[in-house]
DNA sequence: ATAATAGTGTCTCTAAGACATTATGCG
DNA sequence: CGCATAATGTCTTAGAGACACTATTAT
């Protein structure tokens, strides 16, 4: 085949923006559950208008894919040194934009939640809770999508962006034990019991002797957390390199 | 941005074919080395004139993604019913195809020899043999390239292609010890020996105990191997649903 | 017989699973 | 004080690593 314009197609970009935070409860006796978040924008164009869907666009000709979605990153978000993975490129559906054909090459990020302050979050661009429907051998096969306080549930986005949220939640949980990415959702300082409520959720299944599991990948520091009903909990921080 | 021709870019598609094969030795004490062998073209287009390239092209508008990748697996292979997983899409690098800005959506096959009697191997398509350099966690971090029985050495590829060799070793790697994508690569019949030899050519060390690892993954059926200088090794089958 | 690889057995050591026990602040 | 969670300890079991030993064919 000749290097022509027959040979061009659109290319757009998507990211799973993941971050990891406490779910407040009522009362002090009750567990703060930690869970992951993603990043969903209101659809203000033509397709899926006013429907929920991952941020994302077309990628620019004159840029990079990495760069173009760091740059996308930083403009919806404001933050540049986030953890950023290639996920998977989707193009098999020929109509799954129905505007034409487009494949999406879609990006996964995690975030922890400080660094996100200058992340707006107004009535189109919001964080929402994951629901995950797991298979036996605890893969994600669906996901829904809900906001604290509301009764409001997602069981869908725009475009194929539902898979993608899955397939960045499998992808994490297979990297979730031999790697360190755990920590890129995490704030500075966490409990050992923050974390391990995260790496479980990720992972979709109980872990046991979970302090004994990750070993010096954590480093004490003096400080404690306050005001809980019960014994302080020791604040750790990531010790990169640790094993 | 809108939906319109200026979001465009030609998407090409790239495949790296595996498949393992003996390594053929001068006399019969002499161990019979089994490897890595990754199928090459010789480019005939005006760019890379000559140079050793991945099988590939542009990506047809009309044809899903995987469905393509098929179809030009089936034209240069013949064969149909492979092993075939979405490696990584590659595009950082606007010039990475002189021709001007592509990004190239790449794919891994495993195919077993005797699947591949339809291939015509000749002086523009040949098999070649994988040299691989890897740190100390034994990731790939460079691939050289020969055939059998000539001095020819390629250093590099076209394109980038090299990088998505190395990256599609590391990712089987990563998949072989807790899937079945070896299995992929070998023929219906084989000895524990030879499934071991490609076992450790992926993983890039010596694992012990192999037969215990494999446990009943595989099914001793009743022929054995013959004419070999020592006593003959029993011959087995893919256990499909095994553990 | 002997070279050479096939195939099995076994000993050790580490890590995971599953709890039990002790510690400590708050209401 | 007693509730609730923090944090550590311990017992058991499964598997990995390393290697020794036995089996079987060709030359």
Redesign the pocket.
């Known amino acids: 085949m000749e290097f022509n314009d027959y040979t061009k197609i659109s290319v757009a970009n998507d990211v799973v923006i993941l971050t990891s935070e406490k779910e407040i409860q009522d009362n002090?006796?009750?567990?703060a559950k930690q869970g992951l978040q993603v990043l969903l924008v209101k659809r203000t164009d033509s397709t899926y208008t006013n429907t929920w869907a991952l941020p994302g666009g077309f990628v620019d000709a004159d840029k990079g894919l990495t760069e173009c979605t760091m740059h996308k990153l930083k403009e919806k978000t404001g933050l540049s040194n986030v953890y950023l993975e290639q996920l998977k490129t989707y193009g098999d559906n020929l109509v799954r934009d129905p505007r034409g054909r487009v494949i999406s090459v879609a990006y996964m990020a995690l975030a922890t939640k400080q660094g996100l302050s200058g992340l707006e979050v107004n009535d189109r661009t919001a964080w929402f809770w994951l629901s995950m429907k797991r298979d036996n051998k605890h893969n994600v096969v669906d996901v829904s999508f809900y906001k604290e306080g509301e009764d409001l549930v997602l069981n869908d986005l725009a475009f194929d962006h539902k898979q993608m949220v899955i397939d960045a939640i499998n992808r994490i949980k297979n990297k979730v034990e031999y790697t360190d990415v755990v920590f890129s959702l995490m704030p500075r300082y966490f409990?050992?019991?923050d974390l391990q409520t995260v790496y479980e959720a990720i992972l979709g299944y109980q872990?046991?002797?979970f302090?004994?599991?990750i070993g010096n990948k954590v480093i004490q520091t003096n400080k404690?957390t306050?005001?809980?009903?019960?014994?302080?909990?020791?604040l750790f921080e990531y010790n990169q390199g640790g094993k």
Request: proline share 4%; no cysteine.
């Open positions: 002090k006796r009750t567990v409990t050992i019991r872990v046991y002797s302090r004994r599991r404690v306050t005001g809980d009903a019960h014994r302080p909990a020791a």
